[in-house]
């Protein structure tokens, strides 16, 4: 025990401290095992037989070739499913395997899949299953869905949702008027690590565990028990390591096929996907088509906003309706505006399912209202700054849903602290020729480089919305003076491994935090998505930390003699701030046992009503973009030279993390602008490889410049808000507007095609 002055410095590896990552040195050394590292005594090897056929019946499967040769162990089709036939995340419309009789409704679609000694001998044997197609004409077209002239393609009909928002006085007409129709591509999450899961089944062959990279352990499990028919509690989940996410593992994959394949075999199987399978294997962002019309007074303010919102879904449900219901609800984005009619449906066609990708709706309903905001500006005669400025979002203000604005919301911060950031130097005519457009090709010549700069701002709702009961669970074990904390939040590289060991270090006053492992022994954490994690989980952890940390009070006040109402942590120690007396917290654990666990749950929202109207959404975030752009018009080149950012970011509980986030959105918002997008010709997947699908690389990546507004959110546990979803949003439109200002073209698309500035 001592008597020394209190210390008021943040200690390391706490709160607001830029502490290191856990899996780190792991990743740069190259030692860190991800999922497809993965390795079991005795393993086969998995593989999947996809059809070719964006839509056809099948009419019969044969095996029996793939039997007949050596070293095949187990073929597996839709008749060897032992439980339910279908899975998904909000309806359960896809099928494990497509059968005899049904129909295959995207290319890409599983037929069978097989386990053999090698996966040589896995690919023969796929090649050796005899499948006969009777080839349809696919619908390809979201608007002959809408308009009731294509053929119906599943038993649930062509549309996932339709919904409305009808708000304030739809008789108001601006006397401005600006509209457009804007178009946004498919994009592709393009996570490094691919695909990957290993199944262990029970020596009694009643359950399985399983090691897999996925944001949603225990949605993965249910599902799969379903298809296996099994018990839950037969089957243990367990984090494998994830070379990234993005939203595209929230849908199962190779989850329930690994694991029919095993049950089946008796053995350990293990199914890595290549790249190629990986574009067919997983979700995708939904294209989108939007036209949206703005009514402004003559000084620019918003009056009234029109929308009609396309997005398509392809063959199966996945995340739609919820994609859906965000674009909608963001129509206004970070903008005044009480009067509003929007119409906006998501539509089941035979093009590649999509689903949940970072931004979540909101980042094609962004490209729209960003790039409306350039033409408001445009037809007021002010700057875009000016005419962001005097539309701006503030706190109380009422939004189209008729949901009050009760997040924190600095939106004119954000666009004033980004319109301050300095500008990069003008481009000199001797420049470097590998930081122009064209690069390392010396395609361009300086001379011909026009520079433009664009902005975009953005609001990004927070959590899971519309009456979903969300939770996460967390334990905190104290036991022989070591603290260990355990959850099922997947660790996908957003960095939650850290940030639970920093609230552990925070509210216990310990400097070593142990993380058990992630798997599917304790309560569900949710999904790694909606930029839900810091709040949710790091809810649960606090919420169980702060529950052991009263326990252990109680220890403490008995035991030392102190005064048990005036206890508090104050570095590493426990102090009576009655009598000053303190105690070290090692000391304090080294002999108690406590295990706490906790649930923590987010304030209740509800659905949407038939005029979309309700408080749908928990909280929000907002950040703004400016973008500076080199462009070579004549030859169609772009360089992003400078992204400049004021992000509303809460509280930031680890600044090296955050920005780390921030820049890996802003890397993702470019690919989307000028690069990234899935070609689909009648429903086949043209460029599924890094070949012909373009990623930014490090020679594409301009100077982000960053500046992180603090201001604690009191709906927040920590006052933090997510960071991760907010940076992806509205960069790309920033980026779009930036060429269209260099190149006086008009374009409404994105990503932006050569061919849309040359010609």
Known sequence: MSTTAASTSLRHGTLGTSASRPDGVAKVQGGFAFSSDMWADNMLWGATLRSPHPYARIVA?????????????????????????????????????????????????????????????????????????????????????????????????????????????????????????????????AFLGLESALAIPDSNGAGLEMYVATQWLHEDRKQIADCLNIPEENIRLVLGGVGGAFGAREDISLQVHTALLAMKAGRAVRISYGREESFYGHVHRHPAKIWMKHHADLDGRIVKIESRMVFDGGAYCSTSPAVLINGITHTQGPYKCENAIVDGWAVRTNNPPCGAMRGFGVVQACFAHESQMEKLATAVGVSPVEIRLLNAMETGDRMITGQIMDSVAPVAQCIRETDAIPMPAPLEPTADLRTIPGGTGLTAQPSNIRRGVGWGVSIKNLMYSEGFDDFSTARCRISNGVVTIKFATSEVGQGFTMLAQQIARTVLGVDEVILDTIDTQVGSAGSTSASRQTWMSGGAVQVACQAALSQLFDHVATKFEMTRSELEIDGTDIVDRLTQRRVSVSDAISEIEIDCTEEYHHPPTEDLDENGQGNCHVAYAFVAHRAVVDVDPELGLIKVVQIATAQDVGRVLNPLAAMGQIEGGIAQGLGLAVMEEIIVTNGIVRNPSFTDYLLPTALDAPQVLISMIEEPDPQAPMGAKGVGEAPCISVTPAIVAAIRNATGKSIDRCPVRPQDICF
């Not at 869905?145 to 038993?155: D, L, Y």
Request: with cysteine.
């Open 61 to 189: 499967i044969d095996v029996s070739g793939a039997y007949a040769i050596d070293g095949v162990t187990t073929v597996i089709t839709a008749a060897d499913v032992p439980g339910k036939l279908t899975y998904g995340l909000i309806v359960q419309d896809q099928p494990v395997f497509a059968a005899i009789g049904d129909t295959v409704r995207y290319s890409g679609e599983p037929i069978a899949a097989v386990a053999a000694d090698h996966p040589e001998t896995c690919q023969r044997a796929l090649a050796a299953i005899k499948v006969t197609y009777e080839v349809l004409t696919p619908v390809t077209d979201p608007e002959d869905c809408i308009a009731g002239v294509a053929e119906q393609i599943h038993p649930d009909g062509n549309i996932f949702r339709h919904q409305r928002i009808v708000s304030g006085d739809t008789s108001v007409v601006g006397a401005i008027q600006v509209e457009g129709e804007y178009e946004i591509g498919m994009q592709d999450q």
